[in-house]
């Protein structure tokens, strides 16, 4: 069946680390998209790309990079500089108008 | 640029009740409108989407909604709640033809009671 597979289910970071965040997909969607949701907040786009090798910046896109080397695959580092990422993370892709399929999340926590 | 609010944060129902779920939107045409439901440590599961046409839209599990322009609402329902529908319930708004600009809710957490 195809979806979104995202990896690990669960990451830990120590303070000062890079850690990047997995996102493939198999459902030929053209685009992808990175959200970040914390209890109470709703979810908050990151990055998104519409075609390879092109990402836009999100609403909160400091503190973190993107690449879209594949059709397949969006991952997300969140870097150094990203003050809070404990959260949880979300990928989803669309074509079109369709609404969105959704991975079934990274939780990353700083430790 | 577009908004969405879910004025409950928290509902409780019993178990065969119904439900109505609120969902507020600011945008100066007719958005897109979505509804997703998300279960414990999960993604988001499409539940159904109002793209024009009829404004009453039926989705998965027995959920419809309701587009009212004149409230600017687009509120979920569903006859007869089953103790799996115990979730986090998201509404969504986008323009027309801009996936790209989704907006989300903060979210109504619903609780079902035996």
Redesign the interface.
């Known amino acids: 069946d195809g979806g979104?597979t995202?990896s690990p289910k669960y990451l830990f970071r120590k303070e000062g680390q890079n850690v990047t965040l997995s996102c493939e997909q198999n459902l030929n969607h053209d685009?992808m998209?990175w959200y970040r949701q914390d209890p109470?907040?709703?979810?908050r786009?990151i990055y998104?790309s519409?075609i390879v090798n092109d990402f836009?910046k999100g609403d909160i896109a400091e503190g973190y990079s993107v690449s879209r080397e594949k059709k397949e695959s969006f991952p997300l580092t969140v870097t150094s500089a990203q003050k809070n990422p404990t959260a949880f993370y979300?990928c989803?892709s669309?074509m079109?108008?369709?609404?969105?399929?959704?991975?079934?999340?990274t939780?990353l926590t700083v430790v | 640029a577009q908004s969405v609010t879910q004025p409950d944060?928290h509902i409780t129902v019993s178990e065969g009740a119904s439900l109505e779920l609120r969902c507020n939107y600011s945008y100066g045409a007719t958005p897109?409108l979505?509804w997703?439901v998300q279960s414990p440590?999960?993604?988001?599961?499409?539940l159904l989407?109002y793209?024009s046409g009829d404004t009453l839209v039926q989705g998965i599990k027995g959920f419809e909604a309701e587009f009212k322009r004149s409230q600017s609402s687009f509120n979920l329902r569903k006859p007869s709640v089953h103790w799996s529908d115990a979730a986090e319930y998201?509404c969504a708004v986008?323009p027309?033809?801009n996936?790209?600009d989704?907006r989300?809710?903060?979210?109504t957490r619903l609780t079902v009671k035996p």
């Open positions: 979104i995202q685009a998209y109470g907040q709703g979810l786009l998104y519409q836009q979300l989803a669309t079109g108008g369709s609404g969105y399929t959704f991975g079934s999340g939780r | 944060i897109y979505f997703y440590g999960q993604g988001l599961q499409l989407k793209f998201f986008a027309p033809y996936n790209n989704m989300f809710g903060a979210g």
